[in-house]
């Protein structure tokens, strides 16, 4: 069993950043695909990034086309932590963000963006951003 947990939410002006932190439980986590997602009220979850096992953030990461340019996902395999840094943020970036571990890689092989082939979750941090 993996343990997940999101912290460095917060509230921050449009333009601002913030960091995500999700530190997991476990000594298989550099084997994992690593994600972030995220779920406004009223909508569903969301895909934001999505980071390879290698750790290699150059080559073997993804990211929605509303966060690319903006976000950077990263990981700390020594650490069991995986990171989301969000910079230039916007009112439209308002939501609960989730990480998420692909334990059986299918998520990753199916391309990283359906929340429903990731085997495990965090409980999520808010992210306000006030216009």
């Known amino acids: 069993q993996v343990q997940l947990v999101e912290s460095g939410g917060g509230l921050v002006q449009a333009g601002g950043s913030l960091r995500l932190s999700c530190a997991a439980s476990g000594r298989a986590f550099s084997t994992y695909a690593m994600a972030w997602f995220r779920q406004a009220p009223g909508k569903e979850r969301e895909f934001v990034a999505v980071?390879?096992?290698?750790?290699?953030?150059?080559?073997?990461?993804d990211y929605a086309d509303s966060v690319r340019g903006r976000f950077a996902i990263s990981r700390d395999n020594a650490k069991n932590t995986v990171y989301l840094q969000m910079n230039s943020l916007k009112p439209e970036d308002t939501a609960v963000y989730y990480c998420?571990?692909?334990?059986?890689?299918?998520?990753?092989?199916?391309?990283?963006?359906?929340?429903?082939?990731?085997?495990?979750w965090g409980q999520g941090t808010q992210v306000t951003v006030s216009s």
């Open positions: 980071i390879s096992w290698s750790g290699d953030n150059t080559r073997y990461s």
């Open positions: 998420a571990a692909d334990a059986r890689a299918c998520a990753w092989y199916s391309g990283g963006y359906d929340y429903t082939l990731y085997d495990y």
